[in-house]
């Protein structure tokens, strides 16, 4: 084979290989999808984040809208102090929303759903306005399993002679 | 008797395998150390890109594609006794990016491309091929082993990354279109749980050591194979089977290291 052949179909190789490289990283892992769009910095305080994750998802009414940067133990309050980018396009975030943590299906990740409130007063990531109060804790299914027997247990007592 | 002619072989043996363990070490060292001029060096690596890669391209890429839809319909039936048929697409991807795509390209790579890099430098050792070139001024190294080398390792992550990629088409094509899982889910919770840095990238280092270590091992074989007919059918068997175990035991040190969580 003539070697500009050859040259033309090693080209289309490597452009093949580009091409998959391009399709893992933006279909397979997502890498657009953070990072490219301007942010504004929430914060939130939870009793027990459970499985959350940092990257995990925060929605509204089910449609993403921004990503948990970071997940630390606050020294003062010791409670988990959660971190929330949220895009700049959404800026109706009110200061009486409710953001609890949610997991998407069984076997499914951790993630926060922001229910939005009635105030006038937005949150926008100044000083003032950057702490959502109201929060929901993930639900620990061990937590839950507990309470029910604890329950099971007190309501059998009368009936034991 | 007997035991001192046991005892002369222990030694010849271990004589032997420290001497083509330093020959291949210094195979490795000129190929990467030796820059050859571009302008000769170029089109030959493009030749052997075009032998190595492209045709290889084939086989790789109907594997990729039966490999990922075995994987949607084992992970569908295994994922669906735990209703919990939506993590599908997280299960491909994984499996084919972290595991199965660097390995299984690996090994048909050896197969493939490592067993015709042995027979062709075999072969023209046997013909004394390179004798007559070191004897014109051409060295052997530099003009036939050195692109061939280059050659296997850029190769490998480009036909690592297609196979992933056609694998993961090809479980959406069985859990999506054949099975009728939601395609929001399949590809949602798969970009939710795959990170760039982590998966991805660890996926195609490995592919990257793994492609070194085949075609070292093939273009050493082949130069060091036993200048017959019979030492170069020896020497291709020893490339396929050194460069799967190789490669297999490599992805164990590397997927502790990288995954292994210390």
Known sequence: MRMRTIEITVGLFMLAGILALAFLALKVSGLSAD???????????????????????????????????????????LTAKVTID????????????????????????????????????????????????????ALVLEDLIGKFLFNKATADKPAAP | MAAVEQVRRLGEGTIE?????????????????????????????????????????VIIAVSGLFIGL?????????????????????????????????VVTALLFAGRAGSALTAEIGLMKATEQLASMEMIGVDPLRRIVAPRFWAGVIAMPVLAVIFSAIGVFGGKLIGVDWLG????????????????????????????????????????????????????????TRTVVYSSLAVLGLDFILTAVMFGGF
């Open chain 2, 70 to 102: 075995v994987l949607g319909l084992q992970g569908y039936n295994i994922l669906k006794d735990y209703g919990s048929e939506s993590a599908l697409g997280t299960f491909v991807a994984k499996t084919l990016v972290r595991e199965l795509g660097p």
């Open chain 1, 35 to 77: 990072g490219s769009q301007p942010t504004y910095r929430l914060y939130a305080h939870y009793q027990n984040t459970g499985g959350l994750a940092v990257r995990a998802k925060v929605t509204m009414a089910g449609v993403a809208i921004g990503r948990v940067s970071a997940i630390q133990l606050d020294p003062k309050t």
């Open chain 2, 181 to 236: 899982l939601y395609s929001g889910s399949y590809w949602g919770n798969m970009q939710s749980s795959m990170v760039f840095d982590k998966d991805i990238l660890n996926g195609i280092i490995k592919s990257v050591v793994f492609g070194v270590a085949v075609t070292w091992i093939a273009v050493f074989q082949g130069y060091d194979c036993e200048p017959t007919s019979e030492g170069i059918s020896r020497a291709t």
């Open chain 1, 86 to 137: 949220i895009y700049k396009s959404v800026n109706q975030i009110s200061d009486d929303s409710v953001a609890s943590i949610l997991t998407a299906g069984l076997l499914g990740e951790q993630y926060i759903g922001i229910v939005p409130g009635a105030s006038d007063t937005m949150l926008d990531g100044s000083d003032k306005h950057n702490e959502i109060e109201q929060t929901q804790s």
């Open chain 2, 17 to 57: 395998a420290l001497r083509s363990l330093g020959a291949a070490g210094v195979i490795l060292w000129q190929a990467i150390v030796m820059v050859p001029r571009p302008r000769t060096a170029v089109p030959l690596l493009v030749r052997q890109l075009y032998s190595v890669g492209v045709l290889s391209l």
